[in-house]
């Protein structure tokens, strides 16, 4: 299962525009929930210009759900009573990622 975008695909559409200075990226889960909700996965947008023969990566954008304990430091799941942080795509959610040059 890991890297099979054609399953992915099923799921989310993506389009993207070109603006002064970088682009924006649209993602759009058509799920009706929320996608990679395993507090133990990740799911990571990576880009690449492509010039010629040149390939220049960009900052990557993170999808994830960090849980974690009452001191607020993350944890394993057997240990955690709250979410720290929830990135994920929630279900029918579109979103708008602005990647600058």
């Not at 996608?35 to 990576?46: D, V």
């Not at 955690?80 to 029918?92: M, Q, R, S």
């Amino acid at each position: 299962m890991i890297n099979r975008p054609e399953l992915l695909s099923r799921y989310i559409d993506m389009g993207y525009r070109i603006g002064d200075g970088g682009f924006t990226i649209t993602l759009h889960n058509r799920a009706t929930h929320n996608l990679m909700l395993h507090p133990l996965r990740l799911l990571e947008l990576r880009t690449e210009l492509k010039r010629g023969d040149e390939r220049i990566k960009l900052n990557s954008y993170s999808f994830k759900r960090v849980i974690g304990d009452e001191s607020g430091s993350p944890s394993m799941p057997w240990l955690a009573t709250k979410v720290l942080e929830d990135t994920t795509l929630k279900g029918d959610e579109n979103r708008t990622i602005n990647l600058l040059i």
